[in-house]
């Protein structure tokens, strides 16, 4: 049984990514060309992930990948709350905690004078000292969203279960997020890890540029990852 029940998990995990990818592509936001990347760094491919976000039917499908991942067999939610950061993960994190049947928040970014960011709960959100919380978002790529998420809720005394999300395009380089504010580690997982290249801009690194392939650059929202 010891090494049946890990091939189980990994066999649903793998169905988990396909369904996922298969619903980024369907909605048309896995997209080609030359794109100009938040990071700075140019790709041949990006991902715009309110074209999935703006069909309720597959928002509903992927955050009940989370939902079934946390409720007991009994149906019994085995968080208190979701939360989430940025646009996309308010989205999630309602949706989420819709299914689960317990309560969602999110934190919004506050701009401090010397230029520093970090993120705060609204007025009239709360987490009670203990509570368990998920902490769900769109697409990792630096992890930045999420890091500046974690102080946020262990200031309020939450107890962070997870981080989970959508895509994982940072390459996958850690299962792990460590608050920049405590040194606590907590796990991090996605739903479909996408591996995408991405270049330094100019034609000696990236190869769109040095086609002379025009530049793209997503949304001022900042949209594209």
């Known amino acids: 049984m010891t090494t049946i029940k890990p091939a189980v998990e990994l066999g649903a995990r ?62 019994e939610a085995r968080v208190d709350l979701v939360a989430g950061p940025t646009t996309g993960g308010v989205i999630l994190a309602f949706e989420t ?8 928040i999110f934190a919004e970014e506050i701009r401090d004078a ?6 705060e709960f609204r007025r009239g959100f709360r987490i009670e000292p203990g509570e368990r919380v998920l902490i769900v978002d769109d697409i990792l790529t630096t992890g930045g969203s999420l890091l500046a998420m974690l102080p946020a809720v262990e200031a309020m ?27 606590r580690s907590y796990p991090l997982r996605s739903l479909w890890r996408l591996d995408l290249p991405t270049y330094e801009p100019g034609p000696a ?16 929202s900042g949209t594209g990852t």
């Open 14 to 75: 793998a169905a988990i990514a396909r369904r996922t990818e298969e619903l980024f592509r369907r909605s048309g936001a896995l997209r080609e060309g030359h794109f100009q990347l938040k990071s700075g760094r140019h790709g041949d491919a990006y991902v715009e992930k309110f074209a999935v976000l703006s069909d309720p039917a597959a928002t509903s499908e992927l955050c009940g990948f989370w939902a079934s991942a946390f409720a007991d067999e009994d149906g």
């Open 114 to 119: 010397d230029g520093s960011t970090r993120r």
């Open 205 to 220: 690194t990236c190869p769109r540029c040095a086609e002379g392939t025009p530049l793209h650059t997503p949304g001022s």
């Open 157 to 183: 005394g939450g107890e962070i279960v997870e981080c989970d999300v959508l895509v994982d395009r940072s390459g996958g380089a850690t299962s792990t997020l460590t608050s920049p504010s405590s040194g």
């Open 97 to 104: 905690g819709r299914q689960l049947r317990v309560r969602a």
